[in-house]
């Protein structure tokens, strides 16, 4: 997904622009981003490519607008004081990574506009469908039914012989209940069994991958949590060393060693989110910016398929958006 893919998509009723108001004020336009990773390096990917979003429009950091930064770490109530202090900087944007920080800051504020990355709307009742937003929110979903049980009908046509399918789930991730719901009607429609592994440590991740291959599971499926992107390498390579074909949700996942993933493509997203915050500075009201609901990509690894002895089918290689060889 590239910053075309989103020209066209918003529809709005302008009002005075915010980065005129701030310029008048004396004060160029402040944008706060609410990072759902630990740190910068953790986010560094989405990180940069937001920031050659914004820089394409012609936003450069200190000279015509200001950035202000918080990153995810501890609890709710953590979270909470991090949103709190980002409202306190005057922001004139709020840009949301997921669930948490978005959720905080809408807590936090009703007024200050917020626009979300990977967030279901719905789900948290922000919106009443993804066609309409309203409020001071709305943003770029990734989340959706059809999601899960594509990545389980996309595992079990690549892989063949699985029947037997382990889902890794972070339990303390606000989506995780949500998915495991759609997850579970899927495998039962495709006539897979499943068992549910909780996983919010990398310690628990070992272990949980250990009980995997002793109760003769043949892949799993990683869930959507930021928890289990920062630690993509090790899932990666416990696939590997307990012979299992690992369902990333992004093409993160495949790029650090897992068989295949099916999910939205986070750089482009973020890369995508300055043209809407650009409209947002420039007087759109948020809360008539529609969802996005943006295009999923699969992705393979076949040096991982080759470790695991597995041979993808020629029509999985074909419908793959990429391949990495």
Known sequence: MRRREFIGLVGGTAVWPLAVRAQQSGRIPVIGVFWAFADAEAAAANRLS???GLADLGYIPGKTFILEERYANGGPERLDALAIELIALKVDVLVSQAGEPTVALHRATSTIPIFFVGVDPVLQGWTLSLSKSGGNISGISQISAETSAKRLQLLQKTTLAVSHVALLRDPTNMGASFELSHLS??????GLSYEVFDASTGNDIDQAFQRMEEQHHQAVVAFSANFFSSERK??????????LAVMGPSKYFVEAGSLLSYGVDFPALWYGSAYFV????KGERVGDILVQHPKFYFCL??????????EIPPAM???ADEVIE
Request: charged content about 30%.
């Open 234 to 243: 090790r899932i990666a390579a416990l696939g590997l060393r307990h012979r």
């Open 301 to 310: 690894n076949l040096r991982t398929a080759e470790v695991l002895g597995i």
């Open 278 to 281: 650009d409209k947002i500075l």
């Open 50 to 52: 937001l920031l050659k």
């Open 317 to 319: 290689l074909a419908q």
């Open 185 to 190: 009607d899927a495998a039962k429609e495709l």
